[in-house]
């Protein structure tokens, strides 16, 4: 049966990446980003993303791929060869047209088999993810490995993408310049989650993720560096590297403060004193999550499910809660709002 560690996955997403840059014929404006993830906190997955340098979107950390993804499970998804599409929330208002005409530019792909990815295992199959607006699987047997044969299809998959290239070229291309630094303001947020065992609460991960966000426009615009520790799984806590993030920070946002903050503050020495006045709950009344969204409970995952930003986990991840949370803060409402002015004191007091 061929389920991968996360090193083996790595490496092999590491050795596709060669593969697609040689048999493609890309030259050195092409650009590839591995990534080896839990898949919402149960199984582990990969996605290898290829893209040009061009098709990032300035000034943020989000750009258009064409996109490998190995769901590294017997039981469930086939692996599949995709298009990888920031989400419209996520991008600012200048840069939201341009998404909309590269979905025009993926209509040739279906003719190739193409179709907008959905989650499926066994009976089961999942909403149409707008991230993945393209996706096409690519059969494999896991009991049975036949690995020239997936090769073959995923090189077939991506030169298939290749023939709408020139297209998403065009239009990112013609994309807005960002405004000068000088006339952005903008405030660093720490989205934080740690996750415990024990009577004697002991830390068994922690991820810190930076990003910016610019008040004037209400909007999260990219992650500027993360930091995740999983005790047993890897290096020890880089306690300088995690405190060096949380001091970095206009804010620190967790969703279940009055847990998280005491427990690090005791792993850190020194953020006690040095971010006592950052630390934000965005599970406490200020945001107002019920009337907002219309729920019975307040839970992280109750949350995400009602704004439709991903599947529910089916077990504590801290990876997968920051991914969570980070979505949720930039969700706008109805009062165009989003859920992050709601917490931050600063946006508060300029809504009056």
Not at 237 to 258: C, F, Q, T
Request: with cysteine; hydrophobic share 35%; aromatic share 8%.
């Amino acid at each position: 049966m061929m389920i991968l560690t996360q090193d083996g996955m790595e490496a092999a997403l590491t050795q596709l990446g060669h593969h697609l840059r040689s048999r493609l014929g890309l030259d050195d404006s092409w650009e590839i980003d591995y990534r080896a993830e839990l898949d919402y906190g149960t199984e582990i997955g990969g996605n290898l993303y290829l893209f040009r340098s061009s098709w990032r979107f300035p000034q943020m950390d989000e750009y258009v791929a064409f996109n490998f993804w190995w769901p590294n499970d017997a039981d469930g998804e086939q692996p599949c060869v995709l298009v990888y599409l920031p989400l419209e929330d996520q991008l600012p208002e200048s840069y939201r047209p341009l998404r909309r005409r590269v979905l025009e530019c993926l209509k040739p792909l279906k003719k190739a088999g193409f179709r907008p990815y959905r989650y499926k295992t066994g009976e089961y199959q999942g909403e149409p993810e707008p991230m993945n607006p393209a996706s096409k699987e690519v059969p494999f047997d896991f009991r049975d490995p036949d690995l020239p044969a997936l090769l073959r299809a995923i090189t077939q998959g991506f030169e298939e993408l290749m023939t709408v290239q020139e297209r998403i070229e065009e239009v990112l291309h013609s994309a807005p310049p960002p405004p000068p630094p000088c006339e952005r303001e903008v405030k660093i947020i720490a989205i934080v989650d740690t996750e415990w065992t024990g009577k004697e609460p002991k830390m068994s991960q922690l991820v810190i993720e930076n990003v910016i966000y610019e008040p004037i426009s209400d909007e999260i615009h990219r992650s500027m560096d993360e930091y995740e520790y999983r005790r047993g799984k890897g290096p020890e806590l880089n306690k300088p590297k995690a405190k060096a993030l949380l001091e970095k920070a206009d804010w620190i946002v967790a969703h279940m403060a009055a847990a998280d903050r005491p427990l690090l503050e005791g792993e850190l020495p020194g953020i006690k004193r040095s971010c006592s006045s950052k630390w934000l709950c965005s599970l406490d009344g200020s945001i107002g999550w019920k009337g907002l969204c219309d729920i019975p409970n307040q839970k992280l995952t109750t949350i995400a499910g009602s704004i439709g930003v991903g599947r529910q986990p089916e077990k504590h991840d801290a990876r997968q809660d920051v991914h969570f949370l980070k979505r949720i803060l930039a969700e706008k409402h109805q009062d165009g709002r989003t859920s992050l002015a709601r917490l931050l004191p600063d946006a508060a007091e300029r809504s009056k």
